[in-house]
């Protein structure tokens, strides 16, 4: 049967973390491998409310056949809220998507060709590694310093002729580094000037906690990019619902690709969710969640500094879900995981998150999804495994 297969599914394998999430799903293990919100926040009382009235009120459309494009009242929501923070946004420029995951998969669709000199951050989100590598481009990767990523080996990728930037600028997954102004603006006139079409995937720029907001580097290129959003960290992942906005000759390719896909995002949950938005006060919803991971983070960094070896690295991000850690070099995350688990505590090993097989010594923490008492005593058991696998 193998032979049936198309050759590009030889080079892409299952979702590393997915499948950790298999290995994890059983309560005696305190996770901290996926990048799961915390669902105590889901706001389920609202949404109940939100979806007894959609069927009350619109049922037989909620259930009918709906535009591609997305439902006109939550494009226009999506719009008002991006004029909150400073962005001007026509409706007609969003288009709704299964997930921000899904924007990756059109956005392949549309722009790749096999050998497709692709740019991604080092290391890079696992998701949009694993949509891009179904259509076989050719990865070239930029390293990611403090304040965002080293602009040299940026431009130095652009010169060679790539055709596409995809980054994650806002407390960027895995890493949980965050662009400063400077390298935003940095980025965009290197797109601008070489030509390169910008993906700026922003699912967690709503999620600061600490520091000043900042504009996306979307705003600033000059030429057509493509940004792409998400309710799944500020309302609820389970609905599927993302989007991503651009200009007119962008937009319609990408309609034709996701008509080819789905036809449209689920229209009930397209009209539950712009039920609840119309109904709730989304930005204190957003600010409970805020409230929440900031304190989370801020008690497993104090955790951290208590029960790891001095001498394990990790990120401080202002915002987010996740930070980063490093041991010396020589020592494998993934045998460590294996310990972990065997100590019934889990994270994710970084390796998955570098193209070119490095980043062995490094790995992800989430911190958005376990209480206190289960940060303490889950970073306490794994601080324990790495004292003993750095000996």
């Known amino acids: 049967m193998s032979e049936k297969f198309a050759r590009r599914m030889g080079t892409v394998h299952r979702s590393f973390i997915r499948e950790i999430l298999k290995v994890t799903a059983h309560s005696e293990i305190i996770s901290f491998a996926g990048g799961l919100p915390n669902p105590e ?23 009918q056949y709906s535009t591609t494009e997305g439902d006109a009242g939550l494009r226009a929501i999506i719009s008002q809220r991006y004029a909150k923070r400073g962005l001007t946004v026509d409706p007609d420029s969003i288009l709704v998507t299964t997930g921000s995951q899904q924007v990756l998969d059109i956005c392949a669709k549309v722009f790749l060709d096999k050998g497709d000199k692709v740019v991604i951050e080092s290391p890079g989100y696992l998701g949009a590694i694993q949509a891009f590598s179904l259509f076989e481009p050719e990865f070239v990767t930029v390293s990611l310093e403090d304040d965002g990523p080293n602009l040299e080996e940026l431009e130095a990728a652009f010169k060679a002729g790539a055709k596409c930037f995809y980054a994650v600028p806002n407390f960027q997954n895995p890493s949980g580094i965050s662009y400063s102004l400077e390298k935003r603006q940095a980025v965009a006139a290197l797109t601008d000037k070489y030509g390169v079409l910008f993906v700026e995937d922003d699912p967690y720029g709503e999620l600061r906690f600490m520091g000043e907001d900042l504009p996306t580097v979307y705003s600033f290129c000059k030429k057509p990019g493509i940004l792409c959003g998400s309710f799944s960290k500020i309302a609820a992942p389970g609905f599927r619902i993302g989007w991503v906005v651009t200009e007119k000759t962008i937009y319609d390719k990408l309609v034709i690709a996701k008509q080819a896909s789905d036809l449209h995002t689920s229209t009930v949950a397209q009209s539950i969710l712009r039920r609840y938005l119309e109904t709730n006060d989304i930005e204190s919803h957003v600010e409970l969640i805020k409230e929440r991971y900031g304190r989370q983070r801020e008690y497993m960094v104090e955790m951290i500094q208590k029960y790891f070896p001095s001498d394990v690295k990790i990120t401080k991000p202002e915002g987010g879900m996740f930070l980063w850690a490093t041991m010396p070099e020589g020592f494998s995350s993934m045998d460590l995981f294996d310990m972990a688990i065997e100590h019934k505590v889990a994270f994710v090993p970084g390796r998955p998150f570098y193209v070119d097989g490095s980043g062995e010594n490094t790995f ?10 289960r940060i303490k005593e889950g970073i306490k058991r794994l601080g324990q495994c790495i004292d003993s696998f750095l000996k």
């Not at 926040?41 to 259930?63: C, N, Q, W, Y």
């Not at 992800?364 to 008492?373: I, M």
């Open 364 to 373: 992800r923490l989430n911190f958005s999804n376990s209480d206190e008492t």
């Open 41 to 63: 926040l889901f706001p389920v009382a609202a949404m109940d409310t939100a979806s007894h009235e959609v069927f009350s009120k619109i049922g037989s459309s909620a259930l």
